[in-house]
Structures are given as C-alpha cells and as structure tokens.
C-alpha cells in the first residue's frame, strides 16, 4: 500500500480558482460570461461533483421511482426591484418556471425564499408579494412553500428573492445541452435583448422615443405545445439569460463538442433596442432576456417547430436564426449583416451586473 504525500490530503481543501487571479468575488462572476464559467466548473463543481449537476442544464433532471422529476433553484437579485413592464417578484416566479421548461418538464409547484433588509418599505413588499402571486397563478404553478429572512438594515439591498421549483418530464422526452447534432437549426422565440435594455433605462434614468419593457414571460405553455408537436426531436432547450443569446450558444456548442453558426440577418431585436445598444456600446447578443426560448430542433422538423412557436402568445415573432456545425467544436460564428464572420466568445467581463 503505497503512502499519500501529505499535500495530497489537503488538495480538496485548498481552493481551487487561484488567489493571483482573483482574490475577491468581482461581479463578473456572477455575469453569465467567462468568470462566472470558472467560478462554477473551478470551485462548485470541484466540490459538489455529481452527473446530475456536471450536465450544467438549468436545472437537474432525477429518476425517482420511474418518474423523471426536474429541480431547479434561481436566485433574484435584480436592481431596481421594479423596472418597466415587471418586478423582482415576476420576475422570479418567470425564471424558475422557465428554468423547468428547458428541461422539457411540465412545472408542478415552486417555493420562494425572501431575504429583505430591515427598513424596507411593507408598501413595496406587499407588491412584490401581489405580483409572484398574480404571475404564479397566471402560470398555473402554485407557490407551494417559503421562507421569510430579516437581516439588519446596511446589510442587504431591499429585497433579495430565491425560487425553487419541481416539474415532470413526460416520457420520451430527453433535453440535454449535449444532444445538439450537426445539422440541427437553432430557433429562437421573438426580439433578444428586451430586458437588459428596460432594467439599464430605469438603472440610469435614460428615455427612449419608445418605451422598453422587459421580456419577462413564462414559456412553460410553449415548450410543452413544441414537446406534443415534435417530440423527440426537440434537442436542447436554453433560455438565454445572463449572458445573453451569445453565452447560451457557447455553453450549447461546449457541451456538444459542435459548433454553431449564427446569422445575425435572421436575430430579431427591436429598432429601439438596437438603438439603445449602439448608443451604449453594448452587442444584443450579450444582453440578458427574460422571456426567450432557444431551441434547437432537428432540421427535417424546423418549419414545423417555426410555425409551432409563432402561434404561441409569447411567439409570434420566432425565427429561424442559425445551425449546428460540425466545427470546429465549442466555436460560434456569426455571419454579419454585410457578409462576414465573427467568432462569438464567451463575455470576458460583466457587461451589465445584477440583471436578474
């Protein structure tokens, strides 16, 4: 039996990203780009190693008892609470059910965790609280179980929210980031963009000709009329939030060893969102959405996936926007309105933090 060095003992204990690169948090780790990809696949994964999570879907997907159960947790801490066309407490509510979506499941029940700092205003608690019921029962999806924290005033920002949810996945039915194949066409449900362009309006009292109002949708009713349409050859499903459409596409063609091509001709994004972004420096394709749906589809099927989309409240705007590649693996490219390439990379920085 051979001894272990006494180093190895205390590998699992060190931390695993660095100090040199980072010694303290930065908000870009929790932006949806390149920092955040370390922060998970360098500390969490390392610690809490197991095949449900190393799928890295937006929620995990479990065998209990010959039923297939779906898990998912977010955490909300967007800034204001309350922006054009929705608040933290819809939001939250939209974002958990979404999150069972993409992992085909049917959405049966949420919980909702609130942390509120002392000093809060109980006029703004009880909106927030009016509106995740008001979006819970919208959705069909009860809010079965909570949790109330206080802590001391200075010690928060207002209000923070968590939401938890469990779904079936109806049988037959396998959504995995990993299943996209060469070949499949990359569909997408409407405008990108929508909801990180209202939450910076308000963040820094810009005016717009037009008013921006976030995205922010359930998408659970469209998903199952794409699932009862297409059935298995529905491959992945990915809301692109943090990060925007540019980082989902780039976790897709990672986990697939595929790469895909874009065609930024076919992105839907509003005349005023495109405005708002080439005044701020920003590319649609990094800004969080709150109402989006990818989809990745065999190709044989993608008129009919299309036209199921388009005759969803929340698709009347769906398009066509891309393919599946056979190379180069983890790469997206974009094909440029005047005709040229571009590699899509993961967003090195934070471009717009506390988003969601």
Not at 15 to 21: D, G, L, N, R, S
Not at 225 to 241: C, E, F, N, Y
């Amino acid at each position: 039996m051979s001894e272990r060095h006494p180093g190895e003992a205390l590998r699992h204990l060190a931390c695993p990203i660095p100090a040199t690169e980072h010694e303290h948090v930065l908000l870009a780790h929790g932006g949806g780009g390149r920092f955040s990809q370390r922060l998970v696949e360098g500390m969490f994964l390392e610690a809490f190693d197991n095949p449900a999570l190393a799928r890295l879907h937006d929620g995990a997907v479990l065998d209990l008892g010959g039923a297939r159960l779906a898990f998912s947790t977010d955490s909300y801490v967007v800034s204001p609470m309350f922006f054009p066309g929705g608040d933290i407490g819809s939001l939250a509510v939209h974002g958990t059910v979404n999150d069972l979506a993409m992992c085909g499941a049917s959405p049966l029940a949420l919980s909702c965790g609130f942390i509120v700092e002392e000093g809060l205003r109980m006029e703004d608690l009880w909106r927030v609280v009016r509106s995740m019921g008001s979006a819970a029962a919208a959705a069909g999806v009860p809010i079965a179980t909570g949790d109330t924290k206080v802590v001391d005033r200075g010690k928060g920002d207002g209000l923070f929210v968590n939401t938890s949810g469990v779904g079936l996945v109806p049988k037959g039915i396998s959504i995995d980031p990993a299943r996209a194949r060469p070949g499949d066409v990359v569909l997408i449900n409407g405008p990108i963009a929508d909801h990180g362009i209202a939450i910076l309006s308000v963040r820094e009292g810009l005016e717009f000709e037009t008013a921006i109002v976030t995205d922010s949708a359930p998408l659970h009713r469209l998903v199952a009329r794409l699932l009862d349409a297409l059935g298995d050859d529905v491959h992945v499903l990915r809301d692109p939030t943090r990060g925007g459409v540019a980082s989902a596409m780039n976790e897709i063609a990672k986990s697939a060893r595929v790469g895909i091509r874009l065609d930024e001709r076919r992105i839907p994004v509003r005349d005023e969102v495109r405005g708002a972004c080439e005044i701020l420096g920003f590319d649609p394709l990094y800004v969080a959405n709150e109402g989006k749906c990818l989809a990745i589809v065999a190709r044989e099927r993608a008129e009919e996936a299309l036209a199921v989309m388009c005759a969803d409240e929340f698709g009347g705007q769906s398009a066509i926007v891309g393919e599946v590649t056979d190379g180069p693996a983890g790469q997206v490219v974009l094909r440029s309105r005047v005709g040229g390439d571009r590699v899509v990379d993961l967003l090195s920085g934070e471009q717009l933090p506390r988003i969601c």
